[in-house]
Structure formats: C-alpha cells, structure tokens
C-alpha cells in the first residue's frame, strides 16, 4: 500500500500548484465517483452560470445598472466561492483529503489516462476546467465594467488597504 501512496502524494504535491483553485476540491463523495467518472459514466456538469460565461465572457447585454452586475457577480461567486479581492489565506498549504483520495483511487486504476482519454472523461475535465476559468474571467469583467460605470461593491473590487497602499 506504502508503494500506491507515495507516488500519488508525490504526484499531489508537484501538481497541486497548477491546478490550485480552478475546480472546487474533491469530496470524499467525488473520491467515491472517481472509476465511473473515469469512464465517463458520471459526468460532472458545468453550472448554467459557468455556461454562460463560456458562451461570451465579455457580454454587456442588460448590464446598465449596477443592480444587474451584483446579481451576476453573487451568481458566479456562489459557484466560484470568494474571488481574490475578499478571499483570506493564512499562506499556509493544507492536504486536502479529497485530492489525495482521488490520487490512490486514480494509482489503482491500470492505463487510466489511456482509459480517461478514450472514454471522454478527459475531455470532459477539460471542458469543466475550461468553464471554471471562463467564469473566473467573466466575474472579473463584470467588476472592471462596475468599475468604470462607477458601482459601488461589490459591484465592483473591494477596495482594502494593505502596507498602507490602497488597491
């Protein structure tokens, strides 16, 4: 067992940084899910907010008042979670459970890239990952477009003061 979970720890702590805060981490539910997503049965799905977003990241149609740009922004925020101007880290890397559940399940499974790729379930990561960005991108247009039409937050970056410099 030694044998599976060392390389799988290696294999998170080397990846972890690329694909940090994209997707929300696993729970030990999608650590359950892993060999049917694997091929393909169980197919996460990609959020009507992150749809939309994908579709055109940068569309101003029915955004003329600051009410309209909050309402989108809580959407994207509630799939999202915290975005950069609010969001707290101690600086502290943490394991998460999850990730490194999926990484032994995932060690167990023979030829699983050659498996994912054939099935479609990389594909399909692919395109979550892809929406996950693509909504990360349309909540920081909304919050330029606030901005600049002068919106008040959170229609907008939060303003902090940090070092004693404003952002």
Same mark, same amino acid.
Request: glycine letters at 10%.
């Given at each position: 067992?030694? $044998?599976?979970?060392?390389?799988?720890?290696? &294999?998170?702590?080397?990846?972890?940084?690329?694909?940090?805060?994209?997707?929300?981490?696993?729970?030990?539910? %999608?650590?359950?899910?892993?060999?049917?997503? %694997?091929?393909?049965?169980?197919?996460?799905?990609?959020?009507?907010?992150l749809?939309?977003?994908?579709? %055109?990241?940068?569309?101003?149609?029915?955004?003329? +008042?600051?009410?309209?740009?909050?309402?989108?922004?809580?959407?994207?925020?509630?799939?999202?979670?915290?975005?950069?101007?609010?969001a707290?880290? %101690?600086?502290? $890397?943490?394991?998460?459970?999850?990730?490194?559940?999926?990484?032994?399940?995932?060690?167990?499974?023979?030829?699983?890239?050659? &498996?994912?790729?054939?099935?479609?379930?990389?594909?399909?990561?692919r395109?979550?990952?892809?929406?996950?960005?693509?909504?990360?991108?349309?909540?920081?247009?909304?919050?330029?477009?606030?901005?600049? $039409?002068?919106?008040?937050?959170?229609? $907008?970056?939060?303003?902090?003061?940090?070092?004693?410099?404003? +952002?």
């Amino acid at each position: 067992m030694i $044998r599976l979970t060392a390389p799988a720890l290696l &294999l998170l702590v080397v990846t972890a940084p690329a694909a940090a805060q994209v997707v929300p981490d696993p729970t030990m539910e %999608d650590v359950a899910k892993t060999p049917l997503r %694997d091929l393909n049965i169980d197919k996460r799905d990609i959020p009507p907010a992150l749809q939309q977003a994908v579709t %055109d990241p940068y569309a101003t149609a029915g955004l003329g +008042k600051c009410g309209a740009l909050v309402s989108e922004i809580a959407a994207l925020d509630t799939v999202l979670g915290a975005d950069y101007d609010i969001a707290t880290d %101690d600086g502290k $890397r943490k394991l998460n459970e999850g990730r490194i559940g999926e990484s032994i399940v995932g060690a167990i499974i023979p030829f699983r890239g050659v &498996l994912r790729e054939v099935t479609g379930a990389a594909s399909s990561d692919r395109a979550l990952t892809a929406a996950y960005t693509a909504g990360m991108v349309r909540r920081a247009f909304l919050k330029g477009w606030g901005m600049g $039409r002068g919106c008040a937050y959170p229609a $907008r970056p939060k303003v902090t003061v940090a070092a004693g410099r404003k +952002k």
